[in-house]
């Protein structure tokens, strides 16, 4: 899944700090892949890959909530994100709703 950049707002350090994860994840990617070329023992491999996903649970709750805050919402008395700001009230529930179940799968 890709971020489009207006997507989120430009929090400064809340968004550093999400790149900077994302870089730890994609160097646990990286990792990951270099145990399985060297034949790693699997279940040292099964772990890295629950620690993979639990970072990346992380990250998606973070960009949820900050959906729900400044996309949906608005954040602040902030206007709402333009792709969210002409959408009915139900509309954005079932936005969310289906961000949820893709998220939770």
């Known amino acids: ?4 950049a ?3 707002p430009d929090a400064g350090p809340d968004r550093t700090r999400l790149r900077h994860r994302l870089k730890r994840i994609a160097g646990q ?3 990951i892949q270099r145990m399985v070329e060297e034949g790693r023992y699997c279940a040292d491999i099964l772990t890295q890959i629950a620690a993979l996903r639990s970072a990346l649970d992380a990250v998606g709750v973070e960009v949820l909530s900050d959906h729900m805050a400044h996309c949906v919402s608005g954040h602040a008395g902030a206007k709402p994100h333009p792709e969210a700001a002409g959408k009915t009230a139900a509309e954005l529930q079932e936005e969310v709703r289906v ?3 893709r998220f939770l799968r």
């Open 99 to 101: 961000l949820l179940g």
């Open 29 to 31: 990617v990286s990792g």
């Open 1 to 4: 899944m890709m971020l489009k």
């Open 6 to 8: 207006t997507s989120m």
